[in-house]
């Protein structure tokens, strides 16, 4: 029987956790392709993954082709400490994809990194995804109707693609074209996708881009003088002096190569974008669905300080997610704006575990309080969520240390009660304190004189889009893309049912 282990925690590290003991919401990974004759597309890859770096710090992976074969290169850790200039420079070619990764199905190890690869008929394939897919139990069905390959390609697909992930299945199911073009093959298998994917994928001269029907993770197209560009987000674009052209539209399969871009529509658009994008994810300077990301946080703010006021001295933010919430509070209130925290701009950057005694110091570690901005005052404090409470809590704590007289907290996005399923790593259901809890009883848990989130009108509102065209689930539980049944979900999905052997070992290319 499968497991359901999508209660465990998040594994991964994200710039913005405060607590080695309690992460935020884990995000999911960032995707880029670019396809540009005469520029060294590993560079632009390597930079345009460093500008995503906070969508995923687990590994980091860049596939080039050079026309006649790829070359993969992926390890676990960051951008910057998989990638040198030597590794670099080995890497030409005209065409790239690259991929940071937070694992969402399939569990943090090396051969889950990304892009994956696989051999084909006529050459190969690598390919990377932002998102997390929910019938993952179906394709491992459709990957096992697969009809064997010719034995060196079987050998060489154990060999490369022993993965436990969503992304290994749907590669092997592109592999797959013995009598068409991995175009066509595409048009078949993307249809058969449940849940969210952004995804860029290659062969040996050809840049594949796709998205989700209900568009939930961003993506855009960006063109070079030379050449075209996918992202997850625009802000790549800008970091190697790409300009957008526009995102690519849920349900669409746009292809790159020699002969110019072509764009297909293999399913009809249902957009249902992640709020949670414009409340944390994405980086401030992103623009989603036209809507610039750091001013959806900044109204967030101005909206929070409408629905809850309160007589204070000081709007503070928790650095770095609250800051343009903070700012609009601030702005909206009339109350003074002030850093009361300090964080270590390298939080996140090391893989180096804490020792017990220092794992005690909780948040010090990576946030530390100015008692003299602090003492003596009314202090609002603005963060972007809650999931389990203890953050929260160790901060007002380090706030009255400080000498706060009173702490008020103020929260902009609305509790968070009910676990994502296409692509964000929160705690389970179980752990989110919302879900258990009132906003009085967390306020007492905390440990804050008051406590106000911005209600789900005022959040979506401030993302300036229709709210038919959000998900809204892990505030709602109203799920855009119905779920399969509970045991049939889960980040080490994969490895439960090959240990268990219920389900078959992925083998075909
Ligand atoms: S459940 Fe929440 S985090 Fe997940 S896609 Fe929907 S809005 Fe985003």
């Not at 939930?216 to 790549?236: F, K, Q, T």
Request: aromatic share 6%.
């Amino acid at each position: 029987m499968l497991r359901d282990s999508w209660s465990r925690p998040g594994d991964g590290s994200l710039s913005d956790d405060l607590d080695p003991q309690e992460r935020g919401p884990q995000d999911e990974c960032g995707v880029f392709g670019v396809w540009a004759p005469g520029e060294d597309v590993a560079k632009l890859t390597y930079f345009g993954l460093y500008a995503l770096q906070h969508r995923g710090q687990e590994a980091a992976g860049i596939a080039v082709s050079n026309g006649r074969q790829i070359l993969v290169y992926k390890d676990m850790g960051l951008v910057s400490q998989v990638f040198d200039e030597t590794t670099l420079a080995s890497l030409k070619g005209h065409l790239a994809i690259g991929h940071c990764r937070y694992s969402t199905t399939g569990a943090s190890v090396w051969k889950n990194a990304q892009p994956t690869f696989r051999p084909t008929a006529d050459g190969s394939i690598a390919l990377g995804h932002n998102g997390n897919l929910i019938n993952t139990h179906e394709l491992v069905e459709m990957v096992a109707e697969l009809p064997p390959a010719s034995d060196e390609l079987d050998i060489h697909a154990r060999d490369l693609e022993a993965s436990t992930n969503d992304t290994g299945l749907v590669t092997a199911l592109l592999a797959h074209h013995p009598d068409t073009s991995l175009e066509q093959r595409a048009l078949e298998v993307l249809p058969t996708l449940r849940g969210a994917f952004s995804m860029v994928w290659m062969n040996e001269d050809t840049l594949y881009a796709a998205r989700d029907p209900q568009g939930i993770r961003p993506l855009v197209l960006g063109r070079l003088e030379r050449g075209w560009v996918v992202a997850s987000e625009d802000s790549a674009l800008a970091t190697i002096g790409a300009s957008v052209v526009r995102e690519v539209e849920p349900g669409e399969l746009v292809v790159i190569d020699s002969e110019g871009l072509r764009s297909h529509h293999f399913a009809e658009p249902e957009p249902k974008g992640c709020v949670f994008e414009y409340v944390y994810l994405a980086r401030p300077d992103a623009t989603i669905s036209g809507r610039s990301v750091h001013e959806a946080r900044v109204e967030m703010g101005r909206r929070l300080a409408r629905e809850f006021p309160v007589d204070a001295d000081l709007v503070m933010p928790v650095p770095e997610s609250g800051t343009p919430a903070a700012a609009g509070y601030a702005e909206e209130s009339g109350i003074p704006f002030g850093q009361g925290f300090v964080k270590n701009a390298y939080v996140g950057r090391t893989f180096i575990q804490p020792s017990q005694s220092l794992r005690q110091l909780g948040i010090r570690l990576k946030l530390n309080a100015l008692p003299h901005m602090i003492r003596g005052k009314k202090i609002v404090v603005v963060d972007d969520s809650i999931v389990r409470g203890n953050t929260q809590r160790a901060q007002v704590r380090m706030l009255r240390e400080a000498g706060a007289l009173e702490v008020h907290v103020r929260i902009s996005s609305p509790p968070v009660k009910w676990p994502c399923f296409y692509g964000i790593d929160f705690a389970t259901r179980a752990e989110l304190i919302a879900n258990g809890l009132d906003v009085d009883e967390i306020a007492a848990s905390v440990g804050a004189d008051s406590l106000g989130y911005i209600s789900l009108e005022g959040m979506v509102e401030a993302t300036g889009q229709p709210e038919d065209r959000l998900c809204k689930a892990c505030f709602t539980g109203e799920y855009p893309i119905p779920l399969p049944d509970e045991r049939l979900l889960g980040k080490h999905l994969l490895e439960a049912s090959i240990s268990s052997e219920s389900l078959p070992v992925l083998n075909n290319p």
